[in-house]
């Protein structure tokens, strides 16, 4: 059953808007403040045939489309999105899902308000548009049209396969779930002054896999002029190939995707067309096992033409103001499996990886992520990761937008650290983990489960005024607020929790000996 985009109890419709493939109505919400529109195609539904290929527009329509129900999610493992009511998908899923929603002020329609696009968390492989930590109705009653997307996800988002880059007109394959994005900024840019939003002020936001689309749009040709800022929270992708821990938090080239999808494809003894014909659960189920290394974003050449890091190294980037940053304890979700961790910590194998790992750089790991005991051991590992796969990462990305980019155009990087102490200890130990910022940006604590206090509440107020700023004028600043500079010469980063201001070289010891590991791997290669 689809859930609706209101919880109060009466449907009040909204006058029809009109698109470029038919009308739409909406719902008001219970004051009527605010109008939402649920469920909007803006692309053909990626079944049969279309099943792996770029998407297609959608078909037009007659009469009134009511959107006022949240599109299914895209297909994924119905166990992929439950370990947290964060990331948690609520309805039904289905292939066909490319849909997007829009939350609007009740106000004139004519307003060229401006627009923020988000792109939903969940590593790629899970995840949907309707999350309540990014609900639109309160960025809406901030003066942004907001806009959530789906996307495809998983085996459906990014098979690539040698047989699928030979049929395709741009000659790659997999990065059909960017393709979706690209699909929906492209109907935002088409359509969005219909419901008082401005085509010429629009910012994508996204968070994990989200925000990792940020990074990668504002590398893509394709998706230059689409936006014209951006906001990438925990999601990043300058690591170098090889580092460790391997993840999605670096990129690989399309061949090794196509190789992965052969040997899938080669393991179930299925040809492509077959492929095509399966049932999507028995898809899903025989790809249960391959899935996360297989079905992520790869450089294509097309959608992504060079790694991040390559393109923004020589200048060739979208040249657009942005807003980078993470949370102060990203892998903190692994305190929930501390216990067992704890159980079997050897230090002498633990010592052993590490030198595996870093060589000659090992004592120097040693110093800055001490491992003398099993607690103290999982406490480093989880900064060594937080480090690595974000923190140092997004440092590397604003040093070279400062370095490559226009002067004139501003990059703000941010650390958020609050944890909401009223919370329960299974929420408290988690400290402020991936994906916890995401209730206090979009103004969403009343729609959380956990419990918030008045200092949770400053955090958020803080927050979303700084993101609604930026997407108004890609100035995080306003009255009130503690100012928050530009990345520059003293590389000051915005501290988001109990503490609210600038932080000079932040964790600039541990981040300077990841340039040096980096730098080793790139050296290697």
Not at 288 to 305: A, E, L, Q, W
Request: aromatic share 12%; proline share 7%.
């Amino acid at each position: 059953m689809k859930r609706p985009v209101f919880s109060h109890g009466e449907i009040l419709k909204t006058e029809s808007i009109t698109t470029k493939y038919g009308l739409v109505s909406g719902i008001y919400n219970e004051d009527k403040s605010v109008r939402a529109f649920a469920g909007i195609p803006f692309a053909a539904p990626p079944v049969g045939d279309l099943r792996w290929r770029a998407p297609r527009p959608p078909a037009s329509w007659e009469g009134v489309l009511a959107c006022d129900e949240f599109p299914p999610a895209p297909m994924q493992h119905p166990s992929s999105a439950t370990t947290l009511p964060d990331f948690a998908v609520h309805g039904p899923m289905s292939e066909d899902c490319l849909y997007l929603n829009i939350w609007r002020s009740a106000e004139n329609a004519g307003e060229k308000l401006p627009v923020l696009v988000y792109m939903f968390p969940g590593g790629f492989t899970m995840g949907s548009s309707d999350g309540f930590a990014y609900d639109g109705e309160s960025m809406a009653k901030k003066g942004v049209v907001f806009v959530t997307v789906n996307y495809r996800v998983d085996i459906f988002g990014f098979l690539a396969h040698p047989e699928l880059s030979k049929e395709a007109e741009y000659g790659a394959s997999g990065n059909y779930g960017l393709l979706d994005e690209l699909a929906a900024l492209k109907w935002v840019r088409d359509n969005i002054a219909a419901f008082g939003g401005n085509p010429d002020c629009v910012s994508i936001a996204g968070t994990s896999a989200g925000g990792k689309s940020v990074n990668f749009f504002a590398c893509s040709p394709l998706a230059k002029g689409l936006f014209h800022r951006g906001i990438a929270q925990s999601g990043v992708a300058f690591g170098a190939p090889g580092m460790a821990p391997a993840s999605v938090h670096m990129i690989q080239p399309i061949s090794f995707g196509e190789s992965l999808g052969r040997e899938f494809s080669e393991s179930i003894e299925k040809t492509i067309d077959e492929m095509r014909n399966m049932p999507a659960e028995e898809l899903l189920l025989a790809s249960k096992k391959t899935s996360h290394n297989m079905c992520r974003p790869f450089i294509d050449g097309y959608v992504i033409p060079a790694s991040p890091y390559e393109i923004y190294a020589e200048g060739k980037q979208n040249d657009v103001a942005l807003i980078v940053g993470n949370c102060a304890d990203e892998v903190g979700l692994m305190m929930g499996m501390a216990d067992a961790w704890l159980a079997r910590f050897n230090k002498e194998a633990h010592d052993g990886q590490i030198q595996k790992i870093f060589g000659s750089l090992a004592e120097c790991y040693n110093e800055l992520y001490p491992a003398d005991e099993g607690p103290q051991a999982l406490a480093s590992y989880i900064s060594y990761f937080t480090d690595h796969a974000y923190t140092s990462q997004n440092r590397t990305w604003a040093r070279l937008q400062n370095e490559t980019g226009n002067p004139q155009t501003p990059i703000y990087a941010y650390i958020f650290s609050r944890i909401p102490e009223d919370s329960p200890e299974e929420i408290t130990k988690l400290m402020a983990h991936h994906g916890s910022e995401m209730v206090y940006a979009y103004g969403n604590l009343h729609l959380s489960p956990r419990i918030f206090n008045d200092a949770d509440k400053k955090v958020s107020s803080a927050m979303q005024e700084y993101w609604v700023n930026f997407a108004k004028t890609g100035n995080p600043n306003g009255d009130n607020l503690p100012t928050w500079e530009p990345f520059g010469k003293g590389e000051g980063i915005m501290e988001l929790g109990d503490t609210m201001g600038m932080i000079a070289n932040y964790r600039h010891k541990e981040l300077d000996f990841l340039d040096k590991y980096e730098e080793k791997i790139r050296g290697s290669k």
